[in-house]
Structures are given as C-alpha cells and as structure tokens.
C-alpha cells in the first residue's frame, strides 16, 4: 500500500491551506475533503453566500466560489482531493491508517480539519430564510446591508448569545434576544453588559414559532412558552446563538479532546500523538473564522513537514 508523507481529513480554509503549503513543501498531500450538499467538499462555507471579511476580496465573494479557489489553489501544485469521507482511523501505530467506506490509505503524518457545525433549530421557520437574513455567525454576517439599521434578533441564553447581541448593536437599530428560559447560562458580566445597552430588549420565556417575508426576512412570530401566547415582531435578522458541535467523534480514543469535544493541541496544532495535527473549528471554539482556519492550516503543514524532517 502507497504511504503518504500527509494526509489531509476534511477540507474548508484550514484543510485547502494546509494543504497548498504542504504541496508547495514538496509533500505531495492527499486530501479527503469530505461530502458536502453537491457531491463535494469545501466545509461550511459551501453553504454560505456573501463572504466579505476575507482578506484579497475587497467586493466580497460567494463561500461556494472562494472554496473553489482555494481548492483550485492546493490542487495546482499538486494536491490530490477526493470528495470521501473519513470513517474510521487508527492512530495507534505508524503509519497512521485511515478508512473511507471504499479504501484504506496510511500516512507518516495527518492534519485533522474536520471542522464544526453550528447548531441548529431544525424547524421549517429557520429553515425557509436561512442565509436569506438567518445566520448562525454575527460576526461573518452581521455587517452585511441587509442587517444594518434594522431590527435584529438572536436565539440563546449563554456567553455567545450575548456576545453577539452586543455585537449586532453595532449594525442593527434594535437587537432582541429570545431564549426559552428566563434564567440565562451567560456569566454574570456578560448578561449585565447586555442588560445595559439601550439597543437590547428581551423576550423571555420565548421560542421561535414561525417566520415571514418576500425573498429576504421581514419578522418573526415568537410564542411565549408559559401562557402559549404568540405575537410577531419585526425582524429583518435572526442570529441563531445555541452553539456548536465540533465534528470530532471519528477521533474519540484516538486523540485528546476536550471537555467539548474539541480536539486539544499544544497551540501550536501539535495533538497528544505526535505527527497528528489539528487546525480550524475542530479546535478553535472562540473565533470560528476563515482566515482564523487558514492561518491554523498554515501552521499545521509547516509542524507536519518539520515532523517528517525529524524523523529522517
């Protein structure tokens, strides 16, 4: 069986970033890159639209076009990608061994770049507007036009939530934070700060009920979970804030995780098994950015050709 210097598991800006820097190392990097909604990968951002705070692009880009370029990029010097899943691996010998459902492949050294994915409702309410004015990122979307000088509203009750309220006061002309409790998770600091800002109201105990508009969202209707009352507010925005999942569960008893399941590394993308590295939302629950990813991408691929130098 052919041994890979590298290989690469999941793709997004962390897996094509590492990956044109391995190739350009002479690394000669395969990338499993995953499935996606079309038969390809390319992480969350092929279901995203305007990208505008990625830098190079100063008219902004669609997520699905600036993956393709990345991709086009880490394949021009050599990168092989194939759209597989990863499922199974074993990282308790050398070479590390990896499973599609079709092969097995063996690498001296891996870089993980599985990713995260947000949280959602799951309801047909989210589902009708989502990226047509529903989001699961503030910061990604919320300077987009059709947020500014409108009224915004997010979903949650923890740190997050109130992060991005606060946030969206910069853009919105109101923000309202709906959670289902009135108790909230949020520290104590956090929740204050929100209380304080003249922009934020609240709607508690409250869940999303429906959503309405032409093409791009106009208002929602949110019950009260107590009385069953309903009523619509205007909302040309919703920010879903209930989380995230990290997309790690393949590497359970194969590497260190978290108490969330995010992988653990030494921050410089080093895992408890040395020659496996980890870049991108798989590990970073606090900035979730593309050029965040790609820069870990980057780090990655120099620590892994400078793993594999070492063993020479």
């Given at each position: 069986?052919?041994?890979?210097?590298?290989?690469?598991?999941?793709?997004?800006?962390?897996?094509?970033?590492?990956?044109?820097?391995?190739?350009?190392?002479?690394?000669?990097?395969?990338?499993?890159?995953?499935?996606?909604?079309?038969?390809?990968?390319?992480?969350?951002?092929?279901?995203?639209?305007?990208?505008?705070?990625?830098?190079?692009?100063?008219?902004?880009?669609?997520?699905?076009?600036?993956?393709?370029?990345?991709?086009?990029?880490?394949?021009?010097?050599?990168?092989?990608?194939?759209?597989?899943?990863?499922?199974?691996?074993?990282?308790?010998?050398?070479?590390?061994?990896?499973?599609?459902?079709?092969?097995?492949?063996?690498?001296?050294?891996?870089?993980?770049?599985?990713?995260?994915?947000?949280?959602?409702?799951?309801?047909?309410?989210?589902?009708?507007?989502?990226?047509?004015?529903?989001?699961?990122?503030?910061?990604?979307?919320?300077?987009?036009?059709?947020?500014?000088?409108?009224?915004?509203?997010?979903?949650?009750?923890?740190?997050?939530?109130?992060?991005?309220?606060?946030?969206?006061?910069?853009?919105?002309?109101?923000?309202?934070?709906?959670?289902?409790?009135?108790?909230?998770?949020?520290?104590?600091?956090?929740?204050?700060?929100?209380?304080?800002?003249?922009?934020?109201?609240?709607?508690?105990?409250c869940a999303?009920?429906?959503?309405?508009?032409?093409?791009?969202?106009?208002?929602?209707?949110?019950?009260?979970?107590?009385?069953?009352?309903?009523?619509?507010?205007?909302?040309?925005?919703?920010?879903?804030?209930?989380?995230?999942?990290?997309?790690?569960?393949?590497?359970?008893?194969?590497i260190d995780?978290?108490?969330?399941?995010?992988?653990?590394?030494?921050?410089?993308?080093?895992?408890?098994?040395?020659?496996?590295?980890?870049?991108?939302?798989?590990?970073?629950?606090?900035?979730?950015?593309?050029?965040?990813a790609a820069?870990?991408?980057?780090?990655?691929?120099?620590?892994?050709?400078?793993?594999?130098?070492?063993?020479?």
């Amino acid at each position: 069986m052919d041994i890979r210097d590298v290989i690469i598991i999941g793709s997004g800006p962390s897996g094509y970033t590492a990956a044109t820097y391995a190739s350009r190392a002479n690394l000669k990097p395969l990338v499993l890159g995953g499935f996606m909604e079309g038969g390809q990968s390319g992480g969350q951002l092929m279901t995203t639209t305007e990208v505008e705070n990625f830098p190079g692009f100063p008219e902004g880009i669609q997520g699905p076009e600036l993956m393709q370029k990345l991709r086009q990029q880490a394949e021009r010097f050599g990168t092989d990608v194939l759209d597989k899943d990863v499922i199974k691996v074993d990282f308790s010998s050398r070479p590390f061994r990896l499973w599609t459902d079709e092969e097995e492949y063996s690498a001296r050294a891996v870089i993980i770049s599985t990713g995260s994915a947000a949280k959602r409702l799951k309801t047909e309410a989210e589902e009708r507007f989502w990226n047509k004015g529903i989001s699961a990122c503030a910061t990604c979307d919320g300077a987009l036009p059709i947020f500014r000088t409108k009224p915004i509203a997010v979903i949650g009750g923890g740190d997050t939530a109130m992060e991005e309220a606060l946030y969206l006061t910069r853009f919105g002309s109101q923000v309202t934070i709906i959670h289902r409790r009135n108790e909230f998770r949020a520290s104590s600091i956090m929740l204050e700060r929100a209380k304080r800002h003249p922009k934020i109201q609240w709607k508690t105990p409250c869940a999303l009920e429906n959503t309405f508009g032409n093409t791009l969202l106009e208002r929602i209707e949110i019950k009260n979970v107590s009385t069953e009352r309903t009523e619509q507010i205007p909302a040309n925005g919703l920010f879903l804030a209930i989380g995230h999942d990290p997309n790690t569960s393949l590497f359970r008893d194969q590497i260190d995780l978290d108490q969330a399941g995010y992988i653990a590394t030494d921050g410089h993308t080093r895992t408890s098994v040395p020659g496996v590295f980890a870049a991108g939302d798989c590990v970073d629950h606090i900035y979730r950015q593309a050029i965040t990813a790609a820069g870990q991408g980057c780090m990655a691929a120099i620590q892994a050709g400078r793993y594999l130098e070492s063993l020479e």
